[in-house]
């Protein structure tokens, strides 16, 4: 597999993300269904934003190692959220977790009115290999 980033500017560094990721030569492509804090048993967390930011990049990790992928061939990564200010509270969080795997994914953050139940921020990733 090979893939190639395409930043025409600096700016998004420091956002730990890329405008565009051009992937050839793949063996296998993951899409993983938005994974949230909710936990073994089914129930969806009630915890602050800090606390289901931890849990969903937990769970997202489990279903792409699971799957046999690596977090570092996360391609795509939409982020969605119902409080981008609560998000940006601990971006720090998401942040590390990008340069620990030294992902380089494009990305788009949404946010929404609501998310399923009780539940404040999801992911939905494209894994390649």
């Known amino acids: 597999m090979e ?3 395409i ?3 600096q700016w998004q560094d420091q956002r730990s993300y ?3 990721v051009e992937v050839k030569n793949v ?4 899409y993983c269904s938005g994974q949230a804090a909710v936990d073994a048993d089914g129930k969806s967390s009630t915890a602050d934003m800090k606390t289901q930011l931890a849990q969903a990049i937990q769970n997202l990790e489990k279903v792409i190692s699971e799957a046999g992928y690596e977090c570092k061939n996360i391609v795509r990564l939409n982020v969605i959220t119902t ?3 609560a998000f940006f509270t601990c971006f720090d969080i998401f ?9 380089k994914q494009a990305t788009t953050l949404m946010e929404v009115k609501s998310l399923f ?3 404040k921020i999801e992911f939905e990733a494209t ?3």
């Open 27 to 30: 063996k296998g492509t993951l």
């Open 117 to 119: 139940e009780t539940l």
């Open 7 to 9: 930043n025409p500017w």
């Open 18 to 20: 890329v405008q565009a």
């Open 127 to 129: 894994v390649v290999r």
């Open 95 to 103: 942040q590390d977790w990008i340069a620990k795997h030294g992902i």
């Open 83 to 85: 409080s981008s200010a």
């Open 3 to 5: 893939k190639r980033v």
